[in-house]
């Protein structure tokens, strides 16, 4: 099996005579979404030295997939056609969504992609609602006929077994407690938080207000319309910044010129709106309040030493044993009746880290060792040995100066 490229920048696999580095083991990596792709980097980057391998991408159909070519070719992997690499076999497969899964022809490894199971599913029997499992745990995304899809499948917290235990039995024996990547990803980055804020281009004893959305209809971007003004009206401009981390399906769902267009008001008044491809974990770990959502993201704010206010937050709709359910027994909420500095000033005042540290403690219990327990299990599966050092956790990149996320050039996506 060996790669020819085409014009458009897709691979397409072929002969091996056209190959210089030969006999390697052949990775697939299923991308659905950008969000998908951004949780893999941190898996399929622990193979990038060994030259006994070789990674292949393809974009699998998804409704929230626009975006995700251009993030791949960003990092220079030309894109193997999805109906090419659901007819080709691999020794590996890696995902971070179950959609299609059961068309690759390799051994598995399934990942969740978010800081656990968040939003809560319901099937209606009649006037009956019944709770549904969470997300990948499900017995539906994780069987097709009977048969259980991956290989390996992997989870960030060891009480995910127990919800497994409940909802699909027959998965347990490929069940593997592996931590999460973005919470490495982010302790690893806090020791910088002075160096991202420099690169931000935030002045001294200047504050950074991250305001976080999930996508969807109970999400706080459907408010935006009314919390961002008072952000930037209400808060002095010299003292605060304010940046907003959106979740990549709200840009795939209605577009870039569409979220720019929404938005543009606020940027041209100083607001960053931080693009989706870029690496979150930078912005957040430089914040001094998080103003946020159910969303994954406010869940990882729980990993820092700042407050973190609720600008939404749908309890009906968030599971019980997620991170996001315990933060709301926390984090105050933001009152439309009282001054938003004012507010800000309370949750600082009132904060407790060790209420927050609980809340952090249910994303993983493996802690600092995804990296570590994901190798592992990836050189198991592909039956070489793994390289003999330590892998280790990079803290993020360093952002772009806020300033480049603000303002409007007409008909650009700027």
Known sequence: MSTTFGLTGSV??????????RGCKKVLVVVQTLTFGQRLLDVFSLLEADMRVEVF??????????????????????????????????????????????QVRAPLILLSHGAGHIKLQRVWHGTDARERPPGMLGRDNLTRNG?????????????????LSRSCPEALPVASVVGDPSYDRLLASLPHRDAYRAALGLDEGQKL???????????????????????????????????????????????????????SKYRRRGLALVPPEVDWRAVLAAADWVVGDHGSLTSYATLMPVPIVLARFPYAEVHHASPAAALATTAP??????????????????????????????????????HQHIRRLMYHRLGI??????????????????????????????
């Open 333 to 370: 909420v933001l009152s439309p009746g009282h001054p938003l500095e004012e507010q800000l000033h309370y949750a600082a005042a009132e904060y407790r880290r060790e209420e927050y540290e609980a809340a952090a403690r249910r994303i993983s219990s493996e802690p600092g060792r995804f």
């Open 209 to 263: 207000v991250v305001v976080a959305s999930t996508w969807g209809a109970s999400a706080s971007f459907g408010g935006f319309d009314a919390l961002l003004p008072r952000l930037l009206s209400e808060l002095p401009a010299g003292k605060y910044r304010t940046a907003v981390l959106t979740h990549p399906n709200i840009w795939a769902g209605h577009g870039r010129w569409q979220v720019h267009a929404w938005l």
């Open 12 to 21: 397409h696999l072929d002969r091996e005579p056209w190959l210089t580095v």
């Open 385 to 414: 040995g793994q390289p003999a050092y330590q892998p280790l956790t990079e803290p993020a990149p360093k952002p772009e100066p806020l300033d480049s996320w603000t303002g409007w050039i007409e008909g650009a996506a700027a």
């Open 147 to 163: 048969k259980v899809l991956p290989a390996v499948l992997g989870v960030a917290h060891r009480d995910e077994l127990e919800t």
């Open 57 to 102: 991408f393809t974009v699998a159909p998804h409704a929230f997939g626009e975006g995700v070519t251009r993030f791949l070719q960003r990092l220079g992997s030309p894109v193997l056609p999805w109906q090419e690499a659901a007819r080709s076999e691999f020794d590996l497969a890696l995902a971070a969504g179950w959609e299609h899964i059961d």
